[in-house]
């Protein structure tokens, strides 16, 4: 069982940044993450998400060079770095985790087993 929590979301202007941090209840060496959101009405998106091996990325078209994924194993925590943020980044954003050996990264929300409870995101002047 892994535990997730999510923190760093709030209200930002347009082109603000934020930095969301996703911590583990217990070691994520063998766990790739995702980032994901849910905007109102929407289905939840994949945004961002990274291997447990390797550290392979991928990111969403919508996000790409403005959101950065990373990790830091030793303190069981993922992080995503957004900058640039726009209106339509205003969702719930979800970070998940699933048992992994690989290189591989996971982009499907059935993919993942654990889910933190989220935190709110919103763009707005």
């Known amino acids: 069982q892994v535990q997730l929590v999510e923190s760093g979301g709030g209200l930002v202007q347009p082109g603000g940044s934020l930095r969301l941090s996703c911590a583990a209840s217990?070691?994520?060496?063998?766990?790739?993450i995702g980032w994901f959101r849910q905007a109102p009405g929407k289905e939840r998106e994949v945004v961002s998400c990274?291997?447990?091996?390797?550290?392979?990325?991928s990111y969403a078209d919508s996000v790409k060079g403005r959101f950065t994924i990373s990790r830091d194993n030793a303190k069981n925590t993922v992080y995503l770095q957004m900058n640039s943020l726009k209106p339509e980044d205003t969702a719930v954003y979800y970070c998940?985790?699933?048992?992994?050996?690989?290189?591989?990264?996971?982009?499907?929300?059935?993919?993942?087993?654990?889910w933190g409870q989220g935190t709110q995101v919103t763009v707005s002047s």
């Open positions: 998940a985790a699933t048992f992994s050996y690989s290189s591989a990264y996971y982009l499907e929300v059935h993919e993942y087993e654990y």
């Open positions: 217990r070691t994520l060496d063998y766990y790739a």
């Open positions: 990274i291997s447990s091996s390797k550290g392979s990325t």
